[in-house]
């Protein structure tokens, strides 16, 4: 079966109609309210009266603690609230402001809790007071007592101290620490006041510091604990401290080696992609050593072409460059023939070994400095992660919002690991997907990274021969790999989720564990991959881990850019997660609500990804919304599917669409880190007037259970938006002679208001994002037409010129 080239969506053309959304369609109607009023006012009243005899109490030690010879100009107490529902920033962020002395400074638990600073305490004393009415009332049957109804959105509060600021145990602190400096729109004098005497002390006492002023942060290097303590005490500005330890790979001593293996590149003088290589370096002794690119100018930690990491100084960087650069086919045929290679690469160095201390605030800089020089790169892998797991619906640090902002603002796309759970192996004995309920396995920062693309690891250890690890299937994921730390289940009643808010994206072949005996796990060679070593004279080695399953993602990414060089990232995006499939991975019913958060959207057809064939073909649109558009777009199918006996009425066609979108972060706002809402579904032939009212005045849904990817109903009180949403439709015959052989593809976007001061001046107003619709023929006996057919009936090219070369390699791909 001959490759064809996917197409491309004229949008223009093909667009219909571009309206105004209005929220009419069939979503149960909003009661925004249904969780914010206690019914047991008397527990809320206990825990209020807690809550305020521990406020004064903290309050009155944090001041005995303050070191007054600091002469910091200004103190400011902060609480922290957790409310009844979500706080409705553009309704309440002003009242809290001018009413009780409260300005918000951010929020967390997608809305339910909020830090605020006490700007005035005369007026928040009136809130408190408010409070004791409240309490009184209810705990002492004081039922003359009348207070304002605000008191019942509190559920608790507390004083913001020193130990929900550091985010680690001061007497294991060592390397680099990072200082989060608060947001005060309305009161940056104040901050900046604090700020400059901050500076003076660390000067007063010799810390080296960076201080990232557009992202509010400091980078402190090796500060005692003392010092660090007496800081977050007095200099009343610190959201967070981080120890930002990373791994790149697990301890081990195995990485056992194969056999001394010649690679014989016979394509590393073409003008291949270039993948940047975020890791320990690349050996320019090695194999792929004509695939490097001739520059040491990136590292923050040597010479970016020696690679000593991991066990026996096989390297880390350097096996993860051989799979980004070579991909699977030349890994599974362990270069035993001429070896066609995908791409080049370009070292970047960020660490010699395993664990280390790495600068973020250099490493992005490095990242950007980059994209200055080679702004041709679209694909980066990023293969350390912290080494502290993320909490269940833990915010985004400001690690991962600077890579998200990198990926939105020079076009990228990098490829991070979820990190490997080191632990797996010690407390399981066989394959339990049971184990992922625990907090334990959640994944590491940046892995949360929205705008770039998350890799977990599926067992597949890319070898020919009987599988021999652990797991249920080749398809399943590894133990060690980690699932996505953000339950919504915890926040939002069940009517009111986000199914594509999930993490990882996919996972792909990464080796797995094995039976050391018939009760103990290890690492063992017959479950490992065979990777390319840093030293020349090894040849290949052993080895598992997420690192490896990423830079396989990586490679697919370089195939679809070699194809079609035109396409932006986040449509690179798409194509993959487009071709996963869950269908390989049934997860028994104790942990099926785990499935996402495990394997996210599935293990990857490589196939699917590039190229598409006469019996499926893959449109792809580019687009641009703005705050409020909704835009369809007809879908036209063939006459042929109506008319010719295709052997069965039913499920002749399977649709899959899938959409991505990167966006400018917005800092302090967990919901509304991203905040901006694009959905789309596929409906009925109706106008786009019809489409967007409810199902009571007319039915667009082609289906009862198929409606828009997300819900954007919720305005004052949103769900937190994707911008990766996948659908899946199943067409029968009857469907297309309903609606004469035409569907409409909808889409549409919102800009949410619930921001602290609002949207930052110079945001963005118009929105890019990339579809990619999946379109093929299930009938048993294929026609061979659809490919064609389809092109003849919609506004549609083909992308590129088809490179034969490609295609043979390509063909292979699925193992």
């Not at 002395?101 to 408010?130: P, R, S, T, W």
């Not at 002023?213 to 610190?238: A, C, K, M, W, Y």
């Not at 997860?587 to 490589?606: E, M, Q, T």
């Not at 066609?653 to 959905?679: D, E, G, R, V, W």
Request: proline fraction near 4%; glycine fraction near 4%; aromatic fraction near 10%.
């Amino acid at each position: 079966m001959p490759n064809r080239k996917h197409l491309r969506l004229l949008s223009e053309k093909q667009l219909e109609k571009v309206i105004p959304m209005k929220f009419k369609y069939g979503f149960p109607q909003e009661n925004e309210d249904d969780d914010e009023e206690p019914k047991n006012y008397f527990r809320v009243a206990q825990t209020l009266s807690r809550d305020r005899d521990r406020f004064y109490k903290y309050v009155a030690i944090k001041n005995e603690r303050r070191n007054k010879a600091l002469n910091v100009p200004h103190y400011i107490d902060h609480v922290l609230f957790t409310f009844q529902g979500q706080f409705v920033i553009s309704d309440f962020f002003n009242k809290y402001y001018n009413d009780f002395g409260l300005e918000a400074v951010a929020f967390y638990d997608f809305g339910k809790k909020g830090l605020f600073a006490i700007i005035d305490h005369e007026k928040f004393q009136v809130f408190m007071n408010e409070m004791y009415k409240f309490i009184q009332k209810e705990l002492e049957n004081q039922t003359e007592l009348e207070y304002e109804n605000y008191v019942l959105y509190i559920a608790s509060f507390e004083l913001l101290q020193i130990r929900e600021i550091l985010k680690f145990r001061l007497d294991q602190m060592q390397g680099l620490v990072y200082l989060s400096i608060m947001n005060l729109p309305l009161h940056e004098g104040l901050k900046t006041d604090i700020l400059g005497r901050l500076f003076t002390y660390l000067q007063e006492k010799n810390i080296a510091i960076k201080f990232d002023e557009s992202n509010e942060r400091l980078e402190l290097n090796n500060p005692t604990p003392e010092i660090l303590q007496e800081i977050v005490e007095n200099f009343d500005i610190i959201e967070s401290a981080t120890n930002s330890a990373f791994t790149t790979v697990r301890p081990g001593e195995f990485n056992t080696v194969t056999r001394e293996q010649g690679v014989n590149i016979v394509n590393a003088e073409e003008d291949l992609p270039i993948i940047g290589i975020i890791d320990t370096g690349i050996s320019s002794t090695s194999a792929i050593a004509p695939l490097l690119i001739n520059d040491r100018s990136f590292t923050l930690n040597g010479d970016p072409f020696i690679d000593t990491a991991n066990f026996q100084r096989n390297g880390h960087g350097t096996p993860v460059a051989g799979l980004a650069t070579l991909g699977k086919i030349n890994h599974l045929n362990q270069f035993n023939e001429n070896v066609i290679a995908d791409a080049k690469a370009l070292s970047i160095k960020i660490s010699n070994g395993e664990t280390s201390y790495i600068s973020e605030i250099d490493l992005v800089k490095m990242l950007y400095d980059v994209k200055v020089k080679y702004p041709q790169i679209k694909i980066f892998t990023l293969t350390t992660c912290y080494d502290r797991h993320k909490t269940t619906n833990e915010t985004f640090s400001d690690y991962t919002f600077l890579l998200d902002k990198f990926a939105y603002e020079t076009d990228s796309l990098i490829f991070i690991c979820t990190a490997n759970n080191n632990d797996a192996i010690n407390d399981n004995s066989s394959y339990d997907l049971g184990y992922f309920h625990s907090e334990k396995t959640n994944i590491c920062t940046p892995a949360d990274s929205m705008n770039n693309f998350t890799v977990g690891a599926a067992a597949d250890n890319i070898a020919n021969g009987p599988f021999l690890g652990i797991s249920d299937g080749r398809e399943f994921p590894t133990l060690f790999s980690r699932k996505g730390n953000v339950d919504l289940s915890l926040i939002f009643s069940r009517n009111k989720t986000n199914n594509n808010y999930f993490k990882p994206d996919v996972i792909e072949s990464g080796g797995d564990l094995g039976y050391y005996n018939p009760t103990s796990l290890d690492y063992m060679d017959d479950s490992m991959i065979d990777l390319i070593s840093a030293r020349p004279e090894k040849g290949l080695f052993k080895d598992v881990g997420t690192s490896f399953a990423t830079p396989l993602i990586a490679n697919l990414a370089v195939k679809i850019q070699k194809q079609y060089p035109e396409l932006n990232p986040q449509t690179v995006k798409a194509l993959i997660i487009n071709s996963a499939s869950l269908n390989k991975v049934p997860f028994d019913k104790s942990v099926s609500k785990l499935r996402s958060r495990v394997a996210g959207h599935g293990y990857i057809d490589n196939f699917k990804s590039v190229f598409s064939n006469e019996n499926s073909a893959t449109l792809i649109l580019e687009d641009v919304l703005s705050d409020d558009d909704l835009k369809v777009y007809p879908i036209h199918f063939p006459q042929y599917l109506t008319t010719m006996d295709l052997g069965k009425q039913n499920r002749i066609l399977k649709i899959t669409a899938t959409l991505c979108f990167s966006f400018l972060p917005i800092k302090n706002n967990q919901l509304s880190y991203n905040p901006i809402h694009i959905a789309f579904s596929i409906f009925k032939n109706h106008e786009a007037e019809d489409i967007i009212k409810s199902n009571i005045e007319v039915d667009s849904k082609l289906k009862t259970t198929l409606t828009w990817s997300q819900n954007g109903r919720y305005k004052s009180k949103p769900i937190p938006y994707s911008n990766t949403q996948k659908l899946e439709l199943i067409v029968n015959v009857s469907d297309l002679i309903n609606e004469e052989n035409a569907f409409k593809l909808a889409v549409h976007c919102l800009v949410t208001d619930q921001i602290i001061g609002g949207l930052p001046a110079g945001y963005p107003s118009d929105f890019p994002f990339s579809l990619v619709i999946n379109i093929e023929e299930t009938t048993k006996n294929k026609t061979g037409l659809l490919y064609d057919e389809i092109q003849l009936i919609n506004n549609l090219e083909v992308i590129g010129n088809l490179d034969t070369d490609t295609t043979v390699e390509i063909d292979s791909l699925d193992v």
